[in-house]
């Protein structure tokens, strides 16, 4: 099936620092979206972009969508305790709601206070 | 309700038991997806169905999987003779309108353990 490869695994970061994660893949992806899962939670949708080169922001989150519709990238600004958990990067071959998202194997972010 | 609700959260089974896992959907959606999760890895979809329709069972793993939704609301996923790589979370998400993006809410998710 299709893949995304998602990096880096796993982080540790100082709070107050930038964070940047990265997803790609060698098929092209009409959509990609970024999702946050806590323990024992179902994942939630942080950023959605739809369109290659789309930069596009939600708070202290940047993300942006790879001109080769092939990759994207998510940064976390001055990050704090409760960005701590797995990102996981999604995407649709096709600009529909009904065509299932493919999941990067995500990254862990823990942040020390 | 206020949002996708799963249930049992977990569930322990015997290797050879059947199960099943409810999902309700946020009252109104149309769409309703599931998806499998095994631990450390991102989920993996299973199917989906728009109301009672199932239009895409392409990710079930094997014949043991079978999902149904007959009222175009809550949906149930059922194993068959559960084995040990079936150990999981199962995912559920719903969203309002079939073709969009926006609105896809997944559940917490039932943890299947199969001993």
């Known amino acids: 099936g299709q893949q995304l490869n998602q990096s880096p695994q796993s982080m540790f970061i100082q709070e107050g620092e930038d964070v940047s994660m990265n997803c790609t893949s060698s098929?092209?992806?009409?959509?990609w979206l970024w999702y946050k899962q806590d323990p024992g939670e179902g994942p939630v949708l942080l950023i959605a972009?739809?369109?290659?080169?789309e930069l596009t922001s939600n708070g202290r989150l940047t993300a942006q969508f790879g001109i080769t519709r092939k990759d994207s990238f998510l940064n976390i600004s001055a990050s704090i305790p409760s960005d701590v958990g797995i990102y996981f990067c999604?995407?649709?071959?096709?600009?529909?709601?009904?065509?299932?998202?493919?999941f990067g194997k995500g990254t862990r972010l823990s942040v020390i206070a | 309700g206020a949002g996708v609700s799963q249930s049992p959260r977990y569930k322990v089974a015997k290797r050879g038991q059947d199960v099943a896992l409810r999902c309700d959907p946020i009252?109104?959606?149309?769409?309703l997806f599931w998806y499998q999760q095994a631990l450390g890895q991102g989920p993996e979809f299973l199917t989906y169905?728009?109301?009672?329709?199932?239009?895409?069972k392409s990710g079930l793993p094997s014949d043991r999987f079978f999902a149904e939704r007959p009222e175009g609301s809550v949906s149930t996923l059922k194993i068959q003779r559960t084995q040990q790589e079936d150990s999981a979370v199962y995912l559920c998400?719903?969203?309002?309108?079939?073709?969009?993006?926006?609105?896809?809410?997944f559940g917490s998710g039932t943890r299947l353990t199969v001993v």
């Open positions: 169905f728009q109301n009672e329709a199932q239009l895409d």
């Open positions: 998400a719903s969203s309002l309108v079939p073709g969009s993006n926006y609105g896809y809410t």
């Open positions: 098929s092209i992806f009409n959509t």
């Open positions: 999604a995407g649709q071959l096709r600009n529909s709601g009904n065509t299932p998202l493919v």
């Open positions: 009252s109104g959606h149309v769409s």
């Open positions: 972009l739809y369109k290659a080169g």
